[in-house]
């Protein structure tokens, strides 16, 4: 991956494991470099995005991404606040 672009990922419905799991595939596999992941085609907050989210957040990591999650509406942070990963927005 060119580290002067950004790798942009999005998340749509509700995130399916394997979708996941590719999104977290892409990370594994490009160089280190910023990653925009768009929120805002989710389909309400539930575990099923905070999980999504969590496991993005530890596979960018991993491999040494900076990664910024754009659009989560607000029943999501509220969500992830609750959940106490509020620090992922």
Sequence with gaps: MDTSRTLDLRLSGRPAPDEVARLCAL???AEPGDVLCELGGLDG???AAVDALARLRLAARRRGHRLTFRGAGPELRALLDFAGLGDLL
């Design 45 to 47: 907050a539930g575990l």
């Design 27 to 29: 990370l594994d596999a």
